[in-house]
T-cell receptor, first 115, second 118 residues
C-alpha cells in the first residue's frame, strides 16, 4: 500500500533562513505528489504538485519541490523563510491505482519561524 | 468564486449523542470528499462521492457513521452515537472530475468542523 513519510514533525528556522521539509513516498510506480499548507483553523491549501512533467516544481509563496525518483523523495524548499510561513505542511501522494482520485497524506510537519 | 463551505465550525457534544456535519462544495464540482483529521496527523479519506454515488466508502466506519449527498450537491456526514475517540476535525473537499483514470483533479478543502466529544 502507498505511504508517505515526513521526516520531522516539527521544524524550526530563523526568519530569512532556508526552509527544507522532507517527504518520502513508497511506490514502485511514481505517483502524483503534492504539498499542502494548513494555517490554524483553516482548510488545506495546495502549494504545488508534481504530475509527471518537470521534476522541479514551483509553487505559491516562493516554495518549490524536486521529484527524485531514485530517492523516492519530494522535499519542499524555500530559500528564505518568512514569519508568515509558520504553519503545518502536508505531503501527499495520489497513486496510479485508483485513477489518481485518492490522496494519501503524511503526518505533517509543523514549521515554526522565529525572528 | 466561493470556496467549500462547512458548518458548524465547532461542535461540542457528550458521548453517545448524535452529530451531523454539513458541506456545500464549490459550484460545479461533481466530486465531494469527507476526510477525518486526528490531532497531529494528516487527513484520511472517509468517503468519496461522484455526483450522488458513493464510489469509495471503504474507510467509513459504517456501524456509526453515515453520509449522504442528495441531488449531488450538498452533503451531510452523521455520527450516531458519538464516541470519545471521534474527537477530531472533519474536512470536506470538492473537485471537478471527469471520470476515473482521467488524471488528477485538484481538491479544494473547506475549513473543517472541529468535533469535541466529552
Amino acid at each position: 500500500a502507498q505511504s508517505v513519510t515526513q521526516l520531522g514533525s516539527h521544524v524550526s528556522v530563523s526568519e530569512g533562513a532556508l526552509v527544507l521539509l522532507r517527504c518520502n513516498y513508497s511506490s514502485s510506480v511514481p505517483p502524483y505528489l503534492f504539498w499542502y499548507v494548513q494555517y490554524p483553523n483553516q482548510g488545506l491549501q495546495l502549494l504545488l504538485k508534481y504530475t509527471s512533467a518537470a521534476t522541479l516544481v514551483k509553487g505559491i509563496n516562493g516554495f518549490e519541490a524536486e521529484f527524485k525518483k531514485s530517492e523516492t523523495s519530494f522535499h519542499l524548499t524555500k530559500p528564505s523563510a518568512h514569519m508568515s510561513d509558520a504553519a503545518e505542511y502536508f505531503c501527499a501522494v495520489s497513486p496510479v491505482e485508483g485513477g489518481y482520485n485518492k490522496l494519501i497524506f503524511g503526518a505533517g510537519t509543523r514549521l515554526a519561524v522565529h525572528p | 468564486e466561493a470556496g467549500v463551505v462547512q458548518s458548524p465550525r465547532y461542535k461540542i457534544i457528550e458521548k453517545k449523542q448524535p452529530v451531523a456535519f454539513w458541506c456545500n462544495p464549490i459550484s460545479g464540482h461533481n466530486t465531494l470528499y469527507w476526510y477525518l483529521q486526528n490531532l497531529g496527523q494528516g487527513p484520511e479519506l472517509l468517503i468519496r462521492y461522484e455526483n450522488e454515488e458513493a464510489v469509495d466508502d471503504s474507510q467509513l466506519p459504517k456501524d456509526r457513521f453515515s453520509a449522504e449527498r442528495l441531488k449531488g450537491v450538498d452533503s451531510t456526514l452523521k455520527i450516531q452515537p458519538a464516541e470519545l475517540g471521534d474527537s477530531a476535525v472533519y474536512l470536506c473537499a470538492s473537485s471537478r472530475s471527469f471520470g476515473s483514470g482521467q488524471g488528477y483533479n485538484e481538491q479544494f478543502f473547506g475549513p473543517g468542523t472541529r468535533l469535541t466529544v466529552l
